[in-house]
């Protein structure tokens, strides 16, 4: 079981190497600056070992020699200075270069992610929580930029500190040498049992923080209804409770963390009073200068900076690793949907819009749409109605080609939408949603979807038709005002108009509206409704409502019971017919008090 496991992880960590190399081309653009970064680091590594040095020279020639070098002495301290000052240069010059390369690294990988998301079928984002791909994007690539910036500097840095360390050990004396190395075995040891406590900490914290992000995430997107339910208390507790064992995991990485560097102390100690010991007695018995002690002492101190570095890397190492998988995961994630090789030119057609023996499941096997097969004329109006989860934004979403279908076709204008490029498909094809999507910036903004070479005026023409421009000169700052987070400063029949201003900016041929009017007033109803009626003509319309009233004047209008069409007809044909649309009005009490007032 044990084996098992072991061989899971070392699965894991073959995966997370590979990954990463996977994503090695992105560094390749700065070859160059990692070969200088190499450069600088031998630079600023040979002034550390170089300082001690220095120092013995200073001792054992100048200071305690026969004869007194005042000149010699100024000239060391001279050069003392020079080489520190050159160690500091090339540090900084290291780090500047380094952190250039990584953020430019992690620049391009979040961009490529991002269009890569942006590229994406919908049946992506079914399996992908937004708030789980917004890590990938931001944490997850920073953490790959650390692979880059802190593991690969301290792998190289303190892995040739550690080399120089040890060899001007031994050219000073291989006695002492060999008692300072004395202890290596044990750090070795220590090393190992740390670093897997430092590992189990680290990503208890990591983990329990992520916890703690994802709860505040959902309870904010979803303070409406905390406050709605009284659930503010209950909540807090529950962030509490994860609150809290974040804090836990985090005090005891660091109690680990303290642990390990508190012990490396002592065993620096050691080694230093070993070092005492030894070379003391060599000094007393003048087999060495009193310089070489000194500059013993100094290497051993310093042969611990790099050791605890390089095992703290580990957790670096490690996340990386699991960061890189993820990304990578994304990123070789073909789109569902692909355009065609040779693609179709849409024509200027009228709207035409054909149903043929279409099938369609969002999981195999588990059909939605069966055999759906009908035709809406162009220019004409046309109503869907059905219980919720009949698949009513299915259709939609399959003429949008948001979804594949299973089985038939669906044509556009005598043509398959999969011969159109999905960007000239969507262009022909307006949708407007109950739930109108607002990002940040002005109202002008968001009418032309940032793009600019819409002019203010197309903009403001767009708005006039649906009726829109009253509202949006009302605001303190007509088309240039600020449109706060989700549209908070709209309501929801002016985010209504808005939408129906973007489509008319678009003017698509085909105009689809999911359930836009299901939770307005009446009275905002009214101006919505207005303002369709503008945007509908001369389009083909196909609309979703819950309130049949949206639809009753539609020429034709499609019933759909479970995924099939069920009745079709006028509005005064279907209630005549007293079947499921009849049962639907008669639900709606509105409805059928309109209706039957209307057939007597
Ligand atoms: N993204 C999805 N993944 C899996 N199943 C889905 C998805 N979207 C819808 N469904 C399922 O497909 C069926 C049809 O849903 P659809 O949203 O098309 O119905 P609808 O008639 O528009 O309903 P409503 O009026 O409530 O919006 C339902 O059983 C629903 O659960």
Not at 355 to 361: I, N, P, R, W
Request: aromatic fraction near 10%; charged fraction near 15%; include cysteine.
């Amino acid at each position: 079981m044990k084996r098992n496991a072991s061989n899971v992880k070392s699965g894991v960590a073959r995966e997370g190497a590979n990954s990463l190399l996977h994503l090695l081309p992105f560094a390749r653009p700065y070859a160059l600056q990692f070969v200088l970064v190499f450069g600088l680091i031998v630079i600023y590594n040979a002034t550390s070992v170089l300082q001690p040095y220095l120092v013995k020279i200073a001792i054992d020639k100048e200071i305690s020699g026969p004869h007194i070098h005042t000149r010699g002495l100024f000239l060391i301290t001279g050069i003392y200075v020079l080489v520190v000052l050159l160690g500091v240069l090339a540090n900084y010059l290291q780090i500047v270069l380094l952190q250039y390369a990584g953020q430019n690294i992690i620049q391009k990988i979040r961009l490529e992610l991002f269009t890569h998301i942006e590229r994406q079928a919908m049946k992506f984002f079914d399996g992908n929580a937004i708030g789980r791909l917004v890590t990938h994007v931001s944490s997850d690539t920073e953490t790959i930029s650390q692979f880059f910036t802190q593991f690969f500097l301290s792998m190289v840095r303190d892995g040739l500190s550690l080399v120089m360390i040890v060899v001007m050990m031994f050219a000073l004396n291989v006695r002492i040498a060999f008692y300072a190395m004395f202890l290596i075995p044990i750090i070795f040891l220590v090393s190992a049992l740390f670093r897997k406590r430092l590992r189990i900490a680290y990503q208890t914290t990591r983990t329990r923080l992520s916890n703690v992000v994802a709860f505040l995430a959902e309870n904010l997107a979803g303070v409406r209804i905390t406050q709605m339910f009284h659930q503010e208390y209950r909540q807090a507790q529950r962030f509490d409770v994860l609150n809290r064992s974040h804090q836990t995991a985090n005090i005891h990485e660091y109690y680990v963390s303290v642990q390990f560097n508190r012990v490396l102390e002592l065993l620096g100690n050691v080694a230093v009073a070993l070092v005492v010991w030894v070379g003391g007695g060599e000094v007393l018995h003048k087999v060495i200068l009193f310089g070489t002690l000194y500059a013993f002492i100094s290497y051993v101190r310093q042969f611990f900076t790099p050791i605890n570095s390089l095992t703290q890397q580990w957790n670096t190492l490690q996340s990386s690793m699991v960061a890189a998988d993820r990304v990578l995961r994304i990123l070789q994630t073909k789109p569902a949907i692909e355009d065609p090789l040779l693609p179709q030119e849409i024509k200027s057609g009228l709207g035409k819009i054909v149903f043929d023996h279409v099938t369609f499941a969002y999981k195999q096997g588990e059909n939605v749409l069966h055999d759906l097969t009908f035709t809406i004329e162009p220019g004409s109006f046309v109503g869907f109605v059905g219980a919720t989860g009949a698949g009513k934004s299915s259709v939609m979403s399959l003429l949008m080609r948001f979804y594949e279908v299973s089985e038939g076709r669906i044509l556009l204008d005598d043509v398959d939408i999969r011969h159109y490029r999905q960007q000239d498909l969507r262009r022909v094809i307006g949708i407007v949603q109950q739930d109108v999507q607002i990002f940040s910036g002005t109202v002008l903004d968001n009418i032309r979807l940032f793009q600019t070479q819409i002019t203010e005026e197309q903009v403001i023409h767009a708005a006039k038709i649906v009726g829109a421009d009253d509202f949006i000169c009302k605001l303190p700052n007509g088309y240039q005002t600020n449109i706060l987070a989700k549209g908070a400063n709209l309501s929801m029949g002016q985010r209504q108009l808005l939408a129906f201003a973007r489509i008319a900016v678009q003017n698509p041929r085909v105009l689809i509206l999911d359930e836009a009017t299901a939770s307005l007033d009446s009275q905002t109803e009214q101006w919505v409704q207005r303002g369709l009626q503008t945007l509908a003509v001369d389009r083909t319309t196909l609309v979703i409502a819950h309130r049949l009233s949206t639809v009753r004047a539609a020429d034709q209008i499609f019933v759909l019971d479970q995924g099939r069409i069920v009745e079709t007809g006028s509005h005064s044909e279907l209630f005549a017919a007293r079947g499921l649309y009849r049962q639907l009005c008669e639900k709606s009490g509105v409805e059928s008090a309109y209706v039957l007032s209307t057939n007597m």
